[in-house]
């Protein structure tokens, strides 16, 4: 699971359906395989810029496409991943999950979310621990240059 997080786009393949969806654009339609191909790429981008691209027209698919929902909530769990954005990551990987209960791959992708969760949290806690300590030790520093 982890690969799968940490596929990147190569540029040409990105350049290849950047071109694609923007000559379809222009043209006054996309077909819903180009834009499909074109966000998979944007997801799997270096860039958060490109990955929340990616996230929209994944979402925009998802409105307009019914037929094809299970896979743009797989890839949505993948960007909001990616993204960090753990809890909407969850619930696009628990919105499979309803549709196809069984899949390995996205449970495993949900643990993995879920995990990654713990991770940020425990982070979290950790550094607010620490600016309490670090504020206690200035007050008390403090306290004791003016009893001198």
Request: glycine letters at 8%.
């Amino acid at each position: 699971m982890e690969e799968i997080l940490n596929d990147s786009v190569v540029a040409v393949e990105l350049e290849k359906f950047e071109k694609k969806y923007n000559q379809e654009r222009m043209e006054g339609a996309v077909s819903t395989t180009t834009q499909f191909e074109y966000a998979y790429c944007m997801v799997r981008s270096d860039f958060a810029s490109d990955m929340k691209t990616g996230l929209v027209l994944l979402e925009d698919l998802f409105v307009r496409h019914p037929e094809g929902r299970r896979d743009y909530l797989y890839y949505m769990a993948i960007g909001h991943t990616r993204l960090k954005e753990y809890s909407e990551a969850l619930k696009h990987a628990q919105a499979f999950l309803e549709i196809e209960p069984n899949n390995q791959q996205v449970i495993a992708l949900e643990e993995l979310i879920k995990k990654r969760m713990d991770v940020e949290g425990l982070k979290g806690v950790a550094k607010a621990t620490g600016a309490v300590l670090v504020f206690g030790g200035i007050v008390g520093l403090g306290l004791a240059l003016l009893k001198k």
